[in-house]
């Protein structure tokens, strides 16, 4: 839980624990957020994950909710900063992806 409250709240403040400049650009702004999407995703994974004994499931897992942060970060991104289409293509990208992750995970344990 404390990753995820993390993940978001380094996702809204990216330079929080660092003195890194905030970019001026929004397109790059949504670029530093989406970095922090890791920690949302494994904030999710620790939180709806519990068969760490298969480890072809628990891979699966940490792709599906890894990618899965990034895009919450990426939507935080959106709201916060704006909406670019060169962002929209990086997003259907990150989509397609979660469902081909989602898929793998689906048919691990068979």
């Known amino acids: 839980m ?21 970019p001026e650009n929004p397109y790059q702004m949504i670029e530093m ?24 499931l ?15 970060a990426r939507l935080f991104g959106f709201v916060l900063d704006g909406f670019f289409s060169k962002q929209l293509l990086w997003l259907t990208i990150e989509v397609v992806v979660l469902i081909i992750f989602g898929i793998l995970y689906r048919y691990a344990d068979h």
């Open 2 to 22: 404390i990753l995820l409250i993390g993940g978001c709240v380094l996702t809204y403040k990216p330079n929080l624990i660092s003195k890194i400049p905030l």
């Open 33 to 56: 957020r989406v970095r922090w999407g890791f920690l949302i995703g494994l904030g999710i994974l620790f939180i709806f994950f519990n068969q760490w004994s298969d480890w072809k």
């Open 58 to 72: 628990t891979v699966c897992a940490l792709l599906f909710f890894l990618t899965l942060g990034i895009i919450i």
